[in-house]
């Protein structure tokens, strides 16, 4: 029996993929390599579009001029990001100094837990609380969040300087994309990819934003009704973690019922807790987002997850925050070229990226004002 002659690739198409391989491996050393000084760039970024964004919806909204939208908007983002800072150490800060006022109550508490667990499991013997805490180095974790508590603050005073010089290279904008683009129809393709990437991000925002405070006012309404303490701090981290894909909702929904357990002696209060949270995550996930959601949010659920395992691993939490942003920042990217847009359909949801899509509807390309985000 002949044996069939093997496919043959092209080689310029073998070439290229390998040189494909060889800078997306290159590029992900680099990024991480330069992670200190790339995260709080990114971040900076990431708040450079909300700014735009803030600005163009007070504009719509309001009718104040370009100049006085962009100061309000720029103030409100800024005044906002620091006001988050600051309601996390401080609710951090209380949290933890009225835990010490209950300290006498919650080694007990949890022994009995373990207790009523283990009768439940069929264990004869169960550790203690005490045990257990013998067990951790809690000098060395109470050292780790110092240190990280520290690279927060440090973190953004950094994202400030960054986010001050992007808002005065704004100026130049136009002309760089001149220089780099002379050509009228290239610099139209180039400027309208940048308004699909912006679309994309702000896309997610606004959907991240609204589903979560709507998350949040059921959530604090059901602490309150429970009698949770600190109701007010686990709202607001439920609202930050949301938009981490999947462990944002692994958080939201078990954190509180699980200090619940320690708080009160009964366990029906963290039993509401937890059958409560987790309805109000399932509606707001499977009802309410996805028809949020626009054609600029097709991803496939895999490639977030990966995004969030690798950019997690790369940056941190930072990463983890900006894992879903990124990731339909490389869908617009990628969608736009031809010899890229099978990365683009691998991405998506459904397999037809919406740059793909609308490509083949839309007009002839026409001219796009870049973004001012911030004050002229």
Known sequence: MAMKAPITLPTSSVARNALVAIAVVATGAAVYWLRDILTPLAMAIFLLIMIDGVKRFIEERTGIPHRFAGT???ILVVVLFFASIWVIVNGAAGFFSEANGVTSRIGPRIDQILIDGAR??????????????????????????????QGVLTGAFFVMIYLAFLIASQSGFRRKIVGMFPDRTAR????????????????????????????????????????????????????????????????????????????????????????????????????????????????????????????????????????????????????????????AILLSGDGEPYADSEATKAPPRRRVNPPQAGPD
């Open 72 to 74: 309000a908007a720029l």
């Open 120 to 149: 439940v499991l069929g264990v004869e013997t169960v550790p203690t609380a005490a045990e257990l805490m013998n067990q951790l180095d809690l000098r060395s974790y109470l050292a780790d969040a110092a240190l990280q508590a």
């Open 188 to 343: 139209g393709e180039a400027l309208e990819v940048f308004e699909r990437v912006r679309g994309g991000v702000e896309g997610y925002l606004w959907v991240q934003t609204v589903t979560g405070a709507m998350i949040c006012a059921a959530a604090w309404l059901l602490m309150r009704a429970v009698g949770l303490q600190n109701a007010e701090f686990w709202t607001f981290v439920i609202f930050i973690v949301g938009f981490i894909p999947v462990l944002g909702g692994a958080v939201a929904g078990l954190a509180p019922p699980l200090f619940a357990l320690v708080q009160f002696e009964s366990y029906w209060p963290a039993v509401i807790l937890l059958v409560g949270l987790q309805i109000i995550l399932f509606i707001s996930g499977n009802l309410i987002q996805p028809r949020m959601q626009g054609d600029n949010q097709n991803i496939d659920p895999v490639v977030v997850l990966l995004s969030l395992a690798f950019w997690g691993k790369i940056w941190g939490v930072v990463g983890m925050f900006l894992s879903t942003p990124l990731a339909v920042m490389a869908m617009a990217i990628l969608a736009e070229f031809k010899g890229s847009r099978w990365m």
